[in-house]
Nanobody, 121 residues
Framework: QVQLVESGGGLVQPGGSLRLSCVAS????????PGWYRQAPGKQRELVAV???????NYADSVKGRFTISRDNAKGTVYLQMNSLKPEDTAVYYC???????????????WGQGTQVTVSS
């Protein structure tokens, strides 16, 4: 069974940094358009950043210049480097990717379980 497993969340002071990682586990044929989303209490889930297989990136306006998304195709891993964190970045961060398992023709939209990021002094 294919899963996405996030790590790297935690508590950080305003202005600090965190690096989130998301690893695809299981037998995977392809790992496409991985991205990060977040959901703050009482708010809808929103896009933070996505990256294509060609390396093109798209960021939410609120994180441009502070967050950087990257990927390692060979490892089926996507990262989110978060710098200059603000209290409004506090949320549960979710990894997402379109994954085609080995031996399957279909592509599935897979979500991780989420990792909490809290920015507070």
């Amino acid at each position: 069974q294919v899963q996405l497993v996030e790590s790297g969340g935690g508590l950080v002071q305003p202005g600090g940094s965190l690096r989130l990682s998301c690893v695809a586990s299981g037998s995977i044929f392809s790992f496409n358009v991985p991205g990060w989303y977040r959901q703050a209490p009482g708010k809808q889930r929103e896009l933070v950043a996505v990256i294509t297989s060609g390396g093109s990136t798209n960021y939410a306006d609120s994180v441009k210049g502070r967050f950087t998304i990257s990927r390692d195709n060979a490892k089926g891993t996507v990262y989110l480097q978060m710098n200059s964190l603000k209290p409004e970045d506090t949320a549960v961060y979710y990894c997402n990717a379109k994954i085609r398992p080995l031996g399957r023709r279909e592509e599935f939209d897979i979500w991780g379980q989420g990792t909490q990021v809290t920015v507070s002094s």
